[in-house]
């Protein structure tokens, strides 16, 4: 047994890795609308006001439905990366960390002191999370890049996220034991076999679609 639950040994494997995801699981909130914030207010600091009114922009956009999620999140993910130094993120990611489940995190601690590796995979902007993971004693991370272009934005969720997570595993030789979520964004994560399925503060959604599927899983 590893870490309370039965060690997988497929393809020779013997080190597991948990998964865990970032925003409403490790981190109580969202750390992109917290990053927003504090955007808004550096530009506002530095009297960069074009750059604010395009913030604005996109938001008033966004909530009036006149752009999709990545259409807002691309533009910004890149004028952060264009304008915030390496002191401004760095003050960003303590935010973060205060924003952190604690509980969450010493059960991570504890499955890793155990032998468990342990990714941090969230749809979030490669841009802060280098910085948050310093305070995480976690193994690796896996974020959304900034590509060169919007056609070629894609976030790291969904499929997309189950994919680099597996190619990961794969290049570590670790086996993906357990999966940590709150969100159905997760399911194809959750749906590789084997796997541990621990839910935090799991919306109705991703619930009911465990149980159509018949398939354990439990509450943190």
């Known amino acids: 047994m590893v870490n309370g639950y039965e060690s997988l040994t497929r393809m020779g494997r013997e080190i597991p890795c ?7 699981t490790i981190l109580q909130g969202n750390s ?5 914030r504090f955007l808004v207010g550096h530009l506002k600091e530095r009297g960069a006001y074009t750059s604010l009114a395009k913030v604005i922009g996109l938001l008033a956009a ?4 006149v752009i999709s999620h990545v259409a807002m999140k691309y533009p910004i993910h890149r004028l952060g990366t264009q304008t915030m ?3 401004d993120l760095t003050e960003f990611a303590s ?8 509980r969450l995190v010493r ?7 155990e032998g468990a590796r342990i990714v941090l995979a969230t ?10 993971f310093r305070h995480l004693n976690f ?4 974020a959304t890049p900034l590509s060169g272009a919007y056609d070629s934005y894609v976030e790291t969720r969904g499929e997309t996220k189950r994919r680099l997570v597996c190619t990961l595993a794969d290049e570590r030789d670790w086996n993906i034991e357990a999966v940590v979520t709150d969100h159905d964004d997760d399911l194809p994560s959750l749906l590789l076999p084997f796997v541990r399925r621990i839910l935090v503060n799991p919306t109705s959604t991703l619930k009911d679609a465990l149980d159509t599927a018949g398939l354990d899983y439990e509450v943190f």
């Not at 193994?139 to 896996?142: L, S």
Request: glycine share 6%; charged share 25%.
């Open 139 to 142: 193994d690796e991370w896996i």
């Open 95 to 102: 935010q973060l960390v205060g924003a952190l489940n604690q």
């Open 123 to 132: 749809a979030a902007p490669d841009l802060y999370i280098p910085y948050l």
């Open 32 to 36: 992109f609308r917290m990053f927003i």
């Open 18 to 24: 948990v998964v865990v995801d970032l925003d409403g």
């Open 107 to 113: 059960e991570l601690d504890r499955l890793r002191s």
């Open 85 to 87: 130094s390496d002191i």
């Open 62 to 65: 966004r909530k009036a439905g």
